[in-house]
């Protein structure tokens, strides 16, 4: 192993996150501060509790997991493909670094970088809402397998890309929508009966349903379907990662 | 001598079925400087890129210091450091922060003796702070041979070194890769600047069409290619030159003042002695003559043109 490699390609990624600090951590804070004054505070007045809960507490773990994928998604697909764009991917692919490095190097500082962004909001969260984590062991483990599985997303979708537009539309045309559909804002119970078969094919559902159970111990699917589901998305990742380096595609002629 | 590395039957292939090298053999000599030529095209960024693990061959093994670059990656990349025919470079590192990066990359921890060394020898050491954005041209470039270096390789492939290199810093580069050598490196590059082969190399291999045409000594293809002309500076303008002097291949310039005799270094007999001898009975006074040895440039455009 070299770990080396994995230490260089991870210090690189990060350092690129201090250069852009505005960008990288300023920005999602600023808006989901937005977030929770518009919908929290001043929409959120006028709701009533959803589940017993007050609803911009409520909204604290949907809108975590909103910047949370799109973080990930984000950083990852950045990260891989700027290499790429710029061409001086050649180094790595012609040093001795293995597939799971290159992987553990990207994916691991994307993942950070969007568990940092969470752990800031979290924090900023708490200043507009009485915030209660119930399971925070539990909590912290959705956290992290969602930051990874995401940033594996982003990789495959930034060695998928070949140019600027496809690196953000599936980001904006799919991820984004998902998320809002997903329950991020709702308890998918507030849905008609038919949305609410429907949104059972939403993956982000189950993300968000059981990282809101370990906030509230409420969710809206059973706790251990979350749970299964969220590391079945993971294995899927790993798979398509797998199969990217066992075929070279994309990153060798 | 061993081969460092050896190159069987390589082919490859590009998707969309364009072949840039057809069935390559070559060893490569340990610590010799190799000079590749080769017209626009050719394929010597294929050939090296096959062999550093950027492009996947169609066709054929590598192996580098004996490991085979597919099955043993980690320890024949080990082995090698590229500097890429492109300005492929990041903007917002700095010097000394992209040389540890490369160093990390190859499995080594910080060594900022090694660093700096290697910054001094390619006179980037006032700059090592600076991010890369900020420096010239033949700067970046240098950065670039600078990371291939930076793990300490036995084995420097330059792709067109010294392409937007100044004079100066181009004949400094060439002490630096020649020190590479006293080192033991070995070194195979690529130039347009047949200068830069002449100068440097052990070895010339030429490439085109994605095939090897021909791989030799240095010495000994200039002197089986090389042609050589004796010029005879007159005393005297000529209008014509003599009946007598007739057999020989001789052409008459610079308006009668200059005889111009060209023969094979190859042939046992050059004939000068003879031609002088005659020149002399003729009458044909001279102040003057010299002789001159086409240049690998010369020889290499002959090449090219016979294919
Ligand atoms: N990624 C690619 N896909 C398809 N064809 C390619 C690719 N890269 C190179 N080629 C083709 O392969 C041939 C050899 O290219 P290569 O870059 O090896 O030439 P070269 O000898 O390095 O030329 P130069 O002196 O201009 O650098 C060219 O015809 C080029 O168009
Ligand atoms: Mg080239």
């Known amino acids: ?253 | 001598m061993s081969a460092i590395i050896s190159i069987k039957n390589l082919s490859k292939t590009y998707e969309g079925g364009f072949q840039a090298l057809k069935d390559i053999n070559l060893d490569i000599n340990k610590g010799e400087i190799i000079a590749l030529l080769g017209p626009n095209g050719a394929g010597k960024t294929t050939l090296i890129s096959a062999i550093c693990g950027i492009v996947t061959p169609t066709a054929g093994t590598i192996t580098v210091g004996g490991y085979d670059i597919q099955k043993d990656y980690r320890a024949a990349r080990s082995l090698i450091g590229l500097v890429p025919q492109e300005m492929l470079i990041e903007t917002f590192e700095s010097v000394t922060g992209v040389m540890e990066f490369s160093r990390g990359l190859f499995g080594k921890g910080k060594d900022p003796a090694h660093v700096e060394k290697v910054l001094k020898s390619l006179s980037l050491w006032d700059k090592r702070n600076n991010k890369l954005m900020t420096l010239s041209g033949g700067m970046k470039r240098r950065v670039l041979i600078g990371k291939a270096l930076a793990h300490e390789p036995d084995i420097l492939f330059l792709d067109e070194p010294t392409a937007g290199v100044d004079v100066e810093l181009r004949k400094e580069m060439w002490n630096t890769i020649r020190d590479l050598k006293q080192a033991g490196v070995t070194v195979i590059l690529t130039t347009h600047y047949i200068e830069e082969a002449e100068e440097m190399a052990d070895r010339i291999g030429v490439i085109d069409h994605g095939e090897i045409i021909l791989v030799e000594e240095k010495k000994s293809l200039m002197q089986k290619l090389g042609e050589k002309n004796l010029k005879l500076h007159l005393k005297e303008k000529i209008n014509s030159i003599p009946e007598s002097l007739a057999n020989y291949n001789l052409q008459l310039n610079a308006d009668g003042m200059e005889l111009l005799y060209s023969y094979d270094v190859q042939q046992e007999d050059t004939g000068i002695t003879a031609l002088l001898d005659h020149i002399e009975e003729a009458g044909i006074q001279y102040r003057d003559l010299e002789t001159k040895q086409s240049s690998l440039e010369e020889i290499f455009v002959n090449l090219v043109k016979k294919q």
């Not at chain 1, 017993?52 to 697909?77: D, E, K, R, W």
């Not at chain 1, 483990?141 to 537009?165: C, K, P, Q, R, Y």
Request: aromatic share 16%; with cysteine; glycine share 6%.
């Open chain 1, 1 to 253: 192993m070299n770990l080396y490699a994995v230490k260089a390609i991870y210090k690189h990624e990060m350092d690129r996150t201090w250069r852009t600090l505005a960008q990288s951590i300023v920005s999602p804070v600023l808006s989901t501060s937005l977030y929770f004054i518009v919908f929290g505070s001043a929409i959120g007045s006028r709701m009533s509790d959803i589940d017993g809960i007050a609803y911009a507490a409520f909204l604290v773990p949907g809108l975590l997991m909103l910047s949370l994928l799109t973080q990930s998604v984000s950083n990852a697909s950045f990260g891989i493909y700027f290499p790429r764009f710029l061409g001086t991917i050649f180094e790595i692919l012609s040093a001795p670094v293995s597939t799971m490095e290159i992987v553990l190097g990207y994916v691991g500082a994307a993942a950070s970088k969007s568990l940092l962004v969470g752990a800031i909001i979290l924090v900023t969260s708490a200043f507009f809402v009485d915030l209660q984590i119930m399971h925070p062991v539990l909590m912290l483990t959705f956290l992290v397998l969602t930051s990874l599985t995401f940033s594996m997303l982003g990789f495959i979708i930034g060695i998928w890309a070949d140019n600027f537009e496809k690196l953000q539309i599936v980001p904006l045309l799919i991820i984004t929508p998902l998320t809002f559909l997903g329950g991020s804002f709702y308890s998918i119970s507030m849905l008609p009966e038919f949305w609410q078969k429907v949104t059972l094919f939403n993956p982000v559902v189950y993300l968000v349903s059981g990282f809101r159970w370990s906030f509230y111990e409420v969710s809206d699917v059973n706790l251990w379907v979350c749970i299964g589901m969220t590391v079945f998305f993971l294995l899927v990742c790993i798979a398509g990662i797998y199969w990217i380096f066992k075929t070279g595609y994309r990153l060798k002629n």
